[in-house]
């Protein structure tokens, strides 16, 4: 039978525990809501299809980006080393 250092040190710990628990869920709580307040998603999977779309915008983007520079500098780079 544990004695009674034994029993207090395991309530510490299990207080303790449920203290991180408690952090732990304000801090989710608070992060849904920022989710909820900019980007409007009400759950972690609304979010990561947010972040999936504006990933592929990002890329499309880019890659429009691209090719409008190599256009621009077909057209303009040899005017542009005169310079």
């Known amino acids: 039978m544990p004695d009674r250092y034994e029993v207090e040190e395991l309530q510490d710990k299990i ?3 449920e203290r991180a628990q408690n952090r732990a869920e304000g801090e989710l ?3 849904m809501k920022t989710l909820k307040q900019d980007f409007d998603c009400d759950s972690i ?3 990561e299809e ?3 779309e504006l ?3 990002e890329e499309k983007a880019k890659e ?3 090719n409008e ?3 621009f500098m077909d057209k303009w780079g040899d005017k ?3 310079v």
């Open 69 to 71: 520079y190599d256009d």
């Open 55 to 57: 990933k592929e915008k």
């Open 50 to 52: 947010l972040y999936e």
């Open 80 to 82: 542009l080393e005169e």
């Open 29 to 31: 709580e608070g992060l």
């Open 15 to 17: 207080n303790e525990m």
């Open 64 to 66: 429009e980006f691209d």
């Open 45 to 47: 999977e609304d979010a």
